[in-house]
Protein backbone atom coordinates (compact mmCIF):
# COMPACT_ATOMS: atom_id res chain seq x y z
CA UNK A 1 0.00 0.00 0.00
CA UNK A 2 1.02 3.35 -0.72
CA UNK A 3 2.48 5.58 2.46
CA UNK A 4 0.53 9.06 2.69
CA UNK A 5 1.78 12.05 4.58
CA UNK A 6 -1.23 13.80 5.67
CA UNK A 7 0.38 17.43 7.16
CA UNK A 8 -1.62 19.63 9.10
CA UNK A 9 -1.58 22.21 12.03
CA UNK A 10 1.46 24.68 11.24
CA UNK A 11 2.12 28.03 13.14
CA UNK A 12 -0.37 29.97 11.98
CA UNK A 13 -3.57 31.61 13.60
CA UNK A 14 -5.17 28.87 11.83
CA UNK A 15 -3.81 25.64 13.21
CA UNK A 16 -7.08 24.34 14.60
CA UNK A 17 -9.11 24.72 11.69
CA UNK A 18 -5.99 23.02 9.87
CA UNK A 19 -6.39 20.11 12.84
CA UNK A 20 -10.28 19.78 11.54
CA UNK A 21 -9.27 19.61 7.90
CA UNK A 22 -6.59 16.84 8.42
CA UNK A 23 -8.16 14.98 10.56
CA UNK A 24 -11.49 14.94 8.44
CA UNK A 25 -9.01 13.78 5.73
CA UNK A 26 -7.11 11.15 7.32
CA UNK A 27 -10.66 9.68 8.63
CA UNK A 28 -11.54 9.21 5.10
CA UNK A 29 -8.47 8.05 3.29
CA UNK A 30 -9.29 4.45 1.70
CA UNK A 31 -7.49 2.10 4.20
CA UNK A 32 -7.59 -0.66 1.67
CA UNK A 33 -5.45 1.77 -1.02
CA UNK A 34 -2.98 3.89 1.49
CA UNK A 35 -1.65 3.90 4.82
CA UNK A 36 -2.39 6.95 6.65
CA UNK A 37 0.38 9.16 8.01
CA UNK A 38 -0.52 12.02 10.35
CA UNK A 39 2.06 14.35 10.71
CA UNK A 40 0.89 17.56 13.37
CA UNK A 41 3.16 20.86 13.03
CA UNK A 42 2.84 22.54 16.17
CA UNK A 43 2.53 26.08 16.95
CA UNK A 44 5.49 25.41 19.20
CA UNK A 45 7.69 24.37 15.97
CA UNK A 46 7.97 20.85 16.22
CA UNK A 47 6.30 18.23 14.20
CA UNK A 48 4.78 14.64 16.00
CA UNK A 49 4.04 11.58 14.63
CA UNK A 50 0.96 9.45 15.96
CA UNK A 51 -0.89 6.77 14.26
CA UNK A 52 -3.73 7.74 17.29
CA UNK A 53 -3.94 11.47 15.47
CA UNK A 54 -7.02 10.80 13.62
CA UNK A 55 -8.72 11.45 17.07
CA UNK A 56 -9.48 14.84 17.66
CA UNK A 57 -9.25 14.26 21.62
CA UNK A 58 -5.49 14.44 21.58
CA UNK A 59 -5.85 18.37 19.93
CA UNK A 60 -8.40 19.40 22.61
CA UNK A 61 -6.03 17.96 25.59
CA UNK A 62 -3.00 18.91 24.07
CA UNK A 63 -1.23 16.11 25.07
CA UNK A 64 1.24 15.13 22.71
CA UNK A 65 3.26 12.78 25.15
CA UNK A 66 2.53 9.42 23.63
CA UNK A 67 3.55 11.33 20.19
CA UNK A 68 6.94 11.03 18.78
CA UNK A 69 8.61 14.18 17.45
CA UNK A 70 9.55 13.70 13.85
CA UNK A 71 11.51 14.87 11.20
CA UNK A 72 11.57 14.32 7.26
CA UNK A 73 15.07 13.33 5.36
CA UNK A 74 15.43 12.09 1.83
CA UNK A 75 11.68 11.12 0.72
CA UNK A 76 11.39 9.17 4.50
CA UNK A 77 9.76 10.16 7.63
CA UNK A 78 12.27 9.82 10.92
CA UNK A 79 11.32 9.82 14.67
CA UNK A 80 13.82 11.35 17.23
CA UNK A 81 14.45 8.52 20.25
CA UNK A 82 15.61 10.83 22.84
CA UNK A 83 16.53 8.31 25.57
CA UNK A 84 18.51 6.17 22.94
CA UNK A 85 20.60 8.89 21.44
CA UNK A 86 19.90 8.07 18.01
CA UNK A 87 16.74 8.12 15.01
CA UNK A 88 14.39 5.31 14.13
CA UNK A 89 12.92 5.49 10.83
CA UNK A 90 8.93 5.49 10.48
CA UNK A 91 8.33 5.24 6.55
CA UNK A 92 9.28 6.12 3.07
CA UNK A 93 6.54 8.46 1.67
CA UNK A 94 4.94 7.80 -1.43
CA UNK A 95 2.63 10.80 -1.30
CA UNK A 96 1.97 13.80 0.95
CA UNK A 97 -1.28 15.99 1.15
CA UNK A 98 -0.93 19.59 2.97
CA UNK A 99 -3.84 20.32 5.01
CA UNK A 100 -2.01 23.10 6.91
CA UNK A 101 -4.18 26.25 6.68
CA UNK A 102 -2.14 29.89 6.64
CA UNK A 103 1.32 30.86 7.60
CA UNK A 104 4.06 29.21 6.34
CA UNK A 105 2.67 25.71 5.86
CA UNK A 106 0.09 27.29 2.73
CA UNK A 107 2.41 29.72 1.80
CA UNK A 108 4.46 27.43 -0.16
CA UNK A 109 6.73 26.48 2.75
CA UNK A 110 5.88 23.00 3.04
CA UNK A 111 5.55 22.80 -0.53
CA UNK A 112 8.91 24.09 -0.45
CA UNK A 113 10.14 21.09 2.40
CA UNK A 114 8.46 18.30 0.10
CA UNK A 115 10.23 18.87 -3.09
CA UNK A 116 13.44 19.20 -1.08
CA UNK A 117 12.82 15.83 0.07
CA UNK A 118 11.71 14.49 -3.38
CA UNK A 119 7.99 13.85 -1.91
CA UNK A 120 5.07 13.60 -5.00
CA UNK A 121 2.57 16.42 -3.52
CA UNK A 122 -1.14 16.15 -4.12
CA UNK A 123 -1.10 20.07 -3.49
CA UNK A 124 0.09 23.37 -5.16
CA UNK A 125 4.09 24.58 -5.94
CA UNK A 126 5.98 26.40 -3.66
CA UNK A 127 5.21 29.84 -6.24
CA UNK A 128 1.22 29.19 -6.37
CA UNK A 129 1.08 28.73 -2.70
CA UNK A 130 3.01 31.63 -2.18
CA UNK A 131 0.84 34.39 -4.75
CA UNK A 132 -1.94 33.21 -3.53
CA UNK A 133 -0.97 33.81 0.58
CA UNK A 134 -0.77 37.34 -0.46
CA UNK A 135 -4.12 38.75 -1.37
CA UNK A 136 -2.53 41.91 -3.00
CA UNK A 137 -0.28 39.90 -5.17
CA UNK A 138 -3.63 37.79 -6.44
CA UNK A 139 -5.19 40.81 -7.44
CA UNK A 140 -1.91 41.72 -9.84
CA UNK A 141 -1.43 38.50 -10.83
CA UNK A 142 -5.52 38.16 -11.66
CA UNK A 143 -5.34 41.45 -13.73
CA UNK A 144 -2.97 39.88 -16.00
CA UNK A 145 -4.97 37.01 -16.45
CA UNK A 146 -8.04 39.16 -17.27
CA UNK A 147 -10.01 37.97 -14.09
CA UNK A 148 -12.03 40.72 -12.69
CA UNK A 149 -11.25 41.53 -8.73
CA UNK A 150 -12.82 44.42 -6.28
CA UNK A 151 -10.96 47.88 -6.64
CA UNK A 152 -9.19 48.28 -3.34
CA UNK A 153 -6.44 50.27 -2.07
CA UNK A 154 -3.27 48.84 -0.62
CA UNK A 155 -1.14 49.96 2.65
CA UNK A 156 1.57 48.79 4.48
CA UNK A 157 2.46 49.53 7.95
CA UNK A 158 5.18 51.82 7.76
CA UNK A 159 3.98 53.88 5.15
CA UNK A 160 0.84 54.31 7.39
CA UNK A 161 2.47 55.57 10.28
CA UNK A 162 4.05 58.19 8.28
CA UNK A 163 1.16 58.93 5.77
CA UNK A 164 -2.28 57.65 7.30
CA UNK A 165 -4.23 60.65 7.24
CA UNK A 166 -3.54 60.87 3.46
CA UNK A 167 -4.36 57.06 3.43
CA UNK A 168 -8.04 57.77 5.24
CA UNK A 169 -8.56 60.42 2.30
CA UNK A 170 -7.90 58.39 -0.54
CA UNK A 171 -10.30 55.48 0.92
CA UNK A 172 -13.11 58.39 1.38
CA UNK A 173 -11.93 59.66 -2.16
CA UNK A 174 -11.92 56.87 -4.44
CA UNK A 175 -13.53 54.04 -2.93
CA UNK A 176 -15.97 56.13 -0.81
CA UNK A 177 -17.76 54.47 2.05
CA UNK A 178 -18.46 51.66 3.29
CA UNK A 179 -15.07 49.72 2.75
CA UNK A 180 -13.94 46.03 3.56
CA UNK A 181 -10.31 46.31 5.24
CA UNK A 182 -8.13 43.03 5.20
CA UNK A 183 -5.03 41.44 6.50
CA UNK A 184 -3.19 40.87 3.26
CA UNK A 185 -1.81 37.38 4.62
CA UNK A 186 -4.26 35.91 6.45
CA UNK A 187 -6.75 33.28 5.27
CA UNK A 188 -9.98 32.26 6.62
CA UNK A 189 -11.19 35.63 6.91
CA UNK A 190 -9.27 36.43 10.09
CA UNK A 191 -9.00 40.15 11.00
CA UNK A 192 -11.46 41.18 8.41
CA UNK A 193 -13.95 44.30 9.42
CA UNK A 194 -16.43 46.59 7.82
CA UNK A 195 -16.20 50.26 8.01
CA UNK A 196 -19.01 52.34 7.77
CA UNK A 197 -17.04 55.23 8.30
CA UNK A 198 -13.60 57.13 8.67
CA UNK A 199 -13.57 56.71 12.39
CA UNK A 200 -14.52 53.11 11.70
CA UNK A 201 -11.69 52.58 8.75
CA UNK A 202 -9.29 53.88 10.96
CA UNK A 203 -9.76 51.18 13.63
CA UNK A 204 -10.15 48.66 11.50
CA UNK A 205 -7.04 49.24 9.44
CA UNK A 206 -4.80 49.16 12.91
CA UNK A 207 -6.34 46.39 14.12
CA UNK A 208 -5.46 44.76 11.03
CA UNK A 209 -1.69 45.67 11.26
CA UNK A 210 -2.17 44.14 14.39
CA UNK A 211 -2.17 41.15 12.31
CA UNK A 212 0.08 41.79 9.34
CA UNK A 213 2.63 44.28 7.76
CA UNK A 214 0.21 44.57 4.87
CA UNK A 215 -3.50 45.68 4.49
CA UNK A 216 -6.02 46.31 1.52
CA UNK A 217 -9.03 48.24 1.66
CA UNK A 218 -11.40 47.20 -0.62
CA UNK A 219 -14.98 48.98 -2.10
CA UNK A 220 -17.57 47.28 -0.49
CA UNK A 221 -20.21 45.63 -2.57
CA UNK A 222 -24.04 46.10 -1.23
CA UNK A 223 -26.18 43.36 -1.69
CA UNK A 224 -23.29 40.94 -3.08
CA UNK A 225 -23.45 36.71 -2.96
CA UNK A 226 -20.60 35.10 -2.04
CA UNK A 227 -19.77 32.18 -4.70
CA UNK A 228 -17.38 28.90 -4.27
CA UNK A 229 -16.05 27.18 -6.90
CA UNK A 230 -13.40 24.35 -6.68
CA UNK A 231 -11.06 22.46 -9.26
CA UNK A 232 -9.03 19.51 -9.30
CA UNK A 233 -6.76 17.40 -11.44
CA UNK A 234 -8.99 14.24 -12.70
CA UNK A 235 -7.20 12.07 -15.01
CA UNK A 236 -4.69 14.59 -16.67
CA UNK A 237 -8.23 17.08 -17.15
CA UNK A 238 -9.52 19.93 -14.80
CA UNK A 239 -12.38 18.83 -13.12
CA UNK A 240 -14.40 22.19 -12.18
CA UNK A 241 -17.13 22.35 -9.33
CA UNK A 242 -20.84 23.69 -9.33
CA UNK A 243 -20.84 27.49 -8.62
CA UNK A 244 -22.38 27.47 -5.50
CA UNK A 245 -23.55 30.22 -3.13
CA UNK A 246 -22.61 30.38 0.44
CA UNK A 247 -24.16 33.13 2.62
CA UNK A 248 -25.98 36.04 2.14
CA UNK A 249 -25.62 38.99 3.86
CA UNK A 250 -22.58 41.28 5.19
CA UNK A 251 -18.88 39.72 4.90
CA UNK A 252 -18.26 36.35 4.69
CA UNK A 253 -16.78 35.76 7.95
CA UNK A 254 -14.43 33.03 9.64
CA UNK A 255 -17.73 31.72 11.74
CA UNK A 256 -19.45 31.43 8.31
CA UNK A 257 -16.86 29.40 7.08
CA UNK A 258 -15.89 27.19 9.52
CA UNK A 259 -17.99 27.45 12.73
CA UNK A 260 -21.03 27.33 10.74
CA UNK A 261 -20.16 25.48 7.94
CA UNK A 262 -17.18 22.98 8.44
CA UNK A 263 -19.41 20.24 10.69
CA UNK A 264 -19.04 17.51 8.52
CA UNK A 265 -22.36 18.22 6.67
CA UNK A 266 -23.40 19.72 3.73
CA UNK A 267 -25.24 22.86 4.22
CA UNK A 268 -28.63 22.50 2.77
CA UNK A 269 -28.41 26.78 2.67
CA UNK A 270 -26.52 26.67 0.08
CA UNK A 271 -27.82 27.33 -3.77
CA UNK A 272 -26.24 26.21 -7.27
CA UNK A 273 -25.79 29.34 -9.20
CA UNK A 274 -27.15 28.86 -12.71
CA UNK A 275 -27.07 30.34 -15.83
CA UNK A 276 -24.40 32.93 -18.01
CA UNK A 277 -23.18 33.74 -14.55
CA UNK A 278 -22.20 30.05 -13.23
CA UNK A 279 -20.03 29.86 -16.70
CA UNK A 280 -18.89 32.26 -16.38
CA UNK A 281 -17.24 31.53 -12.56
CA UNK A 282 -16.51 28.08 -13.73
CA UNK A 283 -14.27 29.60 -16.53
CA UNK A 284 -12.66 31.70 -14.08
CA UNK A 285 -12.31 29.07 -11.67
CA UNK A 286 -10.71 26.43 -14.69
CA UNK A 287 -8.37 29.35 -16.34
CA UNK A 288 -6.88 30.63 -13.25
CA UNK A 289 -6.65 26.65 -12.43
CA UNK A 290 -5.11 25.87 -15.93
CA UNK A 291 -2.99 29.45 -16.46
CA UNK A 292 -1.17 29.06 -12.40
CA UNK A 293 -0.52 25.56 -13.56
CA UNK A 294 -2.15 24.42 -9.95
CA UNK A 295 -2.29 20.51 -8.48
CA UNK A 296 -4.43 19.43 -5.58
CA UNK A 297 -7.81 20.89 -4.87
CA UNK A 298 -7.83 24.81 -5.02
CA UNK A 299 -11.28 26.55 -3.75
CA UNK A 300 -11.89 30.18 -5.15
CA UNK A 301 -13.93 32.39 -3.88
CA UNK A 302 -16.16 34.72 -6.19
CA UNK A 303 -18.44 38.26 -4.84
CA UNK A 304 -21.01 38.86 -7.13
CA UNK A 305 -22.46 41.74 -7.66
CA UNK A 306 -24.99 43.51 -10.43
CA UNK A 307 -24.39 39.99 -12.36
CA UNK A 308 -21.00 40.29 -12.88
CA UNK A 309 -18.19 38.02 -10.52
CA UNK A 310 -15.04 39.42 -9.29
CA UNK A 311 -12.62 37.02 -7.51
CA UNK A 312 -12.29 37.67 -3.91
CA UNK A 313 -9.49 35.00 -3.17
CA UNK A 314 -7.95 31.76 -4.43
CA UNK A 315 -7.48 28.94 -1.30
CA UNK A 316 -4.78 26.52 -2.03
CA UNK A 317 -5.50 24.70 0.62
CA UNK A 318 -9.16 25.03 0.96
CA UNK A 319 -11.41 23.80 4.76
CA UNK A 320 -12.11 19.98 4.75
CA UNK A 321 -10.23 20.13 0.96
CA UNK A 322 -13.45 21.94 -0.24
CA UNK A 323 -15.06 17.97 -0.60
CA UNK A 324 -18.40 19.91 0.03
CA UNK A 325 -18.21 21.42 -3.32
CA UNK A 326 -18.21 18.30 -5.25
CA UNK A 327 -19.78 15.52 -2.84
CA UNK A 328 -23.20 15.16 -1.51
CA UNK A 329 -22.58 12.87 1.14
CA UNK A 330 -19.01 12.61 3.05
CA UNK A 331 -18.91 9.43 2.07
CA UNK A 332 -18.51 10.53 -1.30
CA UNK A 333 -15.09 12.45 0.05
CA UNK A 334 -13.33 9.24 -0.12
CA UNK A 335 -13.16 8.63 -3.48
CA UNK A 336 -12.27 12.42 -4.15
CA UNK A 337 -9.06 12.54 -1.74
CA UNK A 338 -8.71 8.95 -3.52
CA UNK A 339 -8.66 10.46 -7.41
CA UNK A 340 -6.27 13.16 -5.42
CA UNK A 341 -3.42 11.14 -4.28
CA UNK A 342 -3.64 9.11 -7.13
CA UNK A 343 -3.01 12.25 -9.45
CA UNK A 344 -0.58 13.56 -7.45
CA UNK A 345 1.95 9.69 -8.31
CA UNK A 346 1.16 9.65 -11.33
CA UNK A 347 2.07 13.39 -11.81
CA UNK A 348 5.31 12.60 -9.78
CA UNK A 349 6.27 9.47 -12.41
CA UNK A 350 5.51 11.68 -15.77
CA UNK A 351 7.29 14.21 -14.64
CA UNK A 352 10.21 12.49 -13.03
CA UNK A 353 13.68 14.75 -14.72
CA UNK A 354 17.41 14.20 -13.99
CA UNK A 355 19.30 17.03 -12.36
CA UNK A 356 21.83 18.49 -15.30
CA UNK A 357 25.51 19.38 -14.47
CA UNK A 358 28.01 21.77 -15.45
CA UNK A 359 30.62 19.81 -15.14
CA UNK A 360 32.62 23.06 -14.63
CA UNK A 361 34.33 21.88 -11.35
CA UNK A 362 36.61 19.56 -13.36
CA UNK A 363 37.94 22.36 -15.34
CA UNK A 364 38.66 24.70 -11.97
CA UNK A 365 42.75 25.08 -10.94
CA UNK A 366 42.80 25.73 -7.05
CA UNK A 367 46.18 25.73 -5.24
CA UNK A 368 46.57 27.14 -1.25
CA UNK A 369 49.50 29.19 -1.29
Given at each position: ?????????G?S??N?I?V???V??L????????T?LP??LH??????Y????TNL???K????S?????F????R??AF???K?R??????????L??C???WG???G??AL????G???A??D?AS?AV?M???L??????G??????????????????R?A???????A????P?V???????????IAL?Q?????KR??E???A???RVI???YL?????????AY????EIC??E?????G??IY???D???N???G?????R??VS??LR????A??K???K??????????D???H??K??????????GSL?YY????R?????????E????A?E????????I?TT?ILKT?K??R?
Amino acid sequence: MQSVAVLFGGKSCENEISVLTGVFVLNLLDREKYTPLPVYLHTDGNTYYSEQMTNLDIFKKGDFSRTQRVFFENGRLYAFLPKKNRVKEIAKIDVALNCCHGGWGEGGGMAALMERNGIPFASPDIASSAVFMDKSLTKTVMRGLGVPTVDCIRANEKDYEKRGAFLLKSIAARLKYPVVVKPAHLGSSIGIALAQNEEEAKRAIENAFALDDRVIIEKYLKDKRDVNCAAYLRNGEICVSEAEEAYGAGIYSFEDKYVNRETGVKSSGRRAVSGELREKIRAYTKTVYKRMNLKGIVRMDFLVHEDKAYLCEVNTVPGSLAYYLFCERICEARTLFSELIDEALETASANGKQIPTTGILKTVKWSRK
